[in-house]
């Protein structure tokens, strides 16, 4: 094909439809579903007062910028607003992976024992006919089983969470389950080159300066007494004043070892620290240098000194393209990465992307430093 490369479209029924007035495509490795909203003008045949183009609820649709296909999935959502001028249409859908996001594991028994994580959840989402894709280490579950009202979405992130994954649709509908930063972008983001808006915000009410995950072992012929008794696993959120002691209690989801509450609370001191800093880019256009989009789950250079960012690595982590009365944009999330990781980050770490003041000794106590000064 060779469609515009700047312009939305989207298929139905073999036919691309264009020139919207209004565009919002959103992907995240936050959500496993893409959605589109396509909003425009349309002065038809008026006999078809209450769809104007004709498309239907529950077809079919594949999104498009340019040649590039984003989202493979169904027009969920359709509204006709009519006056004397003519009739706004809106259209609006989300990804074949809205099965797995809405619906419920309908396995039969719902558990599994002694299979690899991407085995059970290929078999959840095949009942959706969704394809998933593994990319990182596989891992075998001695158990693993969910409640009968569990969302398909909501065990798969109880199984990929602690191994440091992160899920999101592919262009085809499909599930991808990787590794957060997958790749880096060609194009860093600069204030006075491409950036247009910004806004950094630092928060630490969400973080504390350790974490304790307690848990138990099922016992069995093989695990019993002592070493199906209480395990425990703690983290440390080394960024925090040590004259500021902040202890939150995590219940695992399951009866589990303490290796694996370790874990759970590594994860946790890992995210919440990573996601204390909240990072929002605007830039003109939807594709970078090279003409490849701006892409979720890409680590980008961000130079923005005025705001503390000076040649920060930072993780993309949604991408929303629109067009509108401001003209064509890209709005991107962004994080550290390590919000998606399992570890969480050492001190010396800490120092190094700027997140800690150079010479902060452990057990110093007074005010602490940050990309934005003494807070």
Excluded at 7 to 34: H, L, M, P
Excluded at 54 to 73: E, L
Excluded at 212 to 233: L, P, S, V
């Amino acid at each position: 094909m060779n469609r515009d490369p700047n312009k939305a479209y989207i298929t139905v029924n073999g036919q691309d439809y264009t020139d919207w007035t209004e565009v919002r495509i959103t992907r995240s490795i936050e959500a496993a579903c893409s959605d589109f909203d396509f909003r425009a003008t349309a002065n038809r045949d008026p006999e078809k007062y209450l769809n104007p183009i004709g498309i239907r609820t529950g077809a079919a649709a594949v999104v498009w910028i340019g040649d590039d296909k984003v989202i493979t999935g169904r027009v969920e959502k359709i509204g006709v607003h009519g006056s004397p001028e003519g009739r706004d249409i809106s259209i609006a859908g989300r990804s074949k992976t809205r099965n797995i996001v809405d619906c419920c594991v309908i396995n039969s028994p719902p558990k599994w024992n002694g299979q690899k994580m991407s085995a059970i959840i290929e078999e959840m989402c095949n009942s959706y006919n969704v394809e998933v894709r593994l990319s990182g280490a596989d891992y075998t579950l001695s158990r693993f089983r969910v409640d009968s009202d569990s969302k398909v979405i909501e065990a798969i992130e109880r199984l990929t969470r602690l191994q440091g994954f992160v899920f999101t649709d592919d262009p085809e509908g499909g599930l991808i389950i990787t590794q957060a930063g997958t790749g880096y972008s060609l194009t860093a983001l600069e204030t006075g080159v491409n950036i247009i808006d910004a806004t950094i915000e630092s928060n630490i009410a969400e973080r504390f300066s350790e974490y304790i995950c307690k848990g138990q072992m099922a016992g069995d012929d093989m695990t019993y007494g002592a070493d199906a008794a209480e395990g425990i696993g703690t983290a440390a959120d080394e960024g925090l004043d040590d004259d500021d002691w902040r202890v939150l209690i995590l219940k695992p989801e399951s009866k589990t070892s303490a290796a694996i509450c370790k874990k759970r609370a590594e994860w946790e001191a890992a995210t919440r620290l990573g996601k204390s800093l909240s990072v929002d880019i605007t830039v003109h256009g939807w594709r970078q240098q090279n003409g490849a989009l701006w892409e979720p789950n890409i680590s980008t250079v961000v130079r923005a000194p005025e705001y503390g960012l000076t040649e920060m690595e930072l993780l993309i982590v949604s991408t929303e393209f629109s067009v509108g009365p401001e003209g064509t944009l890209t709005r991107m999330k962004l994080a550290l990465a390590d919000a998606y990781r399992p570890q969480p980050l050492t001190r010396a770490q800490l120092i190094k992307i700027g997140m800690l003041p150079d010479g902060k000794a452990k057990g110093a106590k007074g005010p602490r430093a940050s990309l934005f000064g003494a807070n």
